[in-house]
């Protein structure tokens, strides 16, 4: 802490400025961009807020995103070369995309960021993540590609992909002591990434406490319900009214939606301003924020094992309440009939009888 002049000659004492944070953003692993592309679109908070210092108390954060970046060649390189070093420091690191089996890569190697300069060959991505892991603040796998493998790792690929934590380990902890942060999805729902990075700052920051994680590394308060339990949907399937086409508003399990089993806010929160969100707008969910996607969830267009049970239990059940809840609608969807403009009144109103003796 630091002692400072205030008015009246009384001393008060101001914690220390908190330095700046570094990103170092590497999307070079198996991956489309596609997570890198989602985040623009967030606004709880924006990335422009985060980076221009509009929200209060977050030190100020560099950013070092290929794809975001104005710089090319060693310029874009330097800070990841200094981290290298331990020259730059606090730093996170995020990764997106999986992370490859660089053992089996024969003569070759798989995918790489820049070049060694001792022997001009490409430093692979495993290369930079074994280099800043140790000297990290935080590492955040963003997407699933990065979190589980996901796609990129499904069985049969060639490049033995998988996520961040089956690389480095699930006992992973950071030069702060923190896990790997897993941020799933395919991409990564805005909003729910910018949430979690700002977290991690404000716990940088000394503002937050150790940050709540599930048992896959994700965020408890993002992860922590199904898709089914905030779906519009959800009072059709309770019902036992279930779609049988696309374009239907009923619950659409029986054509193939895993969302009673997913963990994902998407339902809730909505992709954009709080609007879709994949069975929200029709679409069924097919698992991707979950560490067995896409394997565990395909073939996707068919109905689930288990909703086959569970659709045809709640299709007894909802019948008998569809009936049930029709009958008392008719009742309570009409006005009662004492509401008319004749000249009688049919309330049931009594006037009370006073004594009007001396």
Known sequence: MTEVAAPYGRKTQRPPAVPD???????????????????????????????????PGLPKVHLYNKVLAYEVGDDFLAPFYKAWRGELEPFVVVVEGSIPNENINGDGYWTGLGADPATGQPITLNEWIDRLAPKATAMIAAGTCATYGGIHAMAGNPTGC???????????????????????????????FMETFLYLLYQVSGLAPMIPLDEQLRPTWLF????????DRAGYYEQGDFATEYGSPKCIVKLGCWGPVVNCNVTKRGWMGGIGGCPNVGGICI?????????????????????????????????????????????VNKEPKWRHNRGELTTGYQPRAYNQGG
């Open 21 to 55: 944070v570094h990103v170092l953003w590497m999307s070079e692993g198996m991956s489309c961009d596609g997570d890198t592309v989602s985040i623009t679109a967030a606004t709880q908070p924006s990335i422009e807020d985060v980076l221009l210092g509009a929200i």
């Open 162 to 192: 998988m996520g961040l934590a089956d690389y480095l380990g699930w006992d992973y902890k950071s030069k702060a002591g923190l896990p790997i942060v897993n941020v799933p999805g395919c991409p990564v729902q805005p909003d729910n």
């Open 224 to 231: 922590g319900k199904t898709v089914h339990e905030g779906c």
């Open 287 to 331: 698992g991707c924020t979950m560490p067995g996607f896409p394997d565990k969830f395909m073939p996707f267009m068919d109905e689930p094992p288990g909703a086959k049970v569970s659709s045809t239990s709640v299709g007894i059940y909802g019948g008998l309440m569809r009936g049930l809840r029709t009958m008392t609608n008719r009742t």
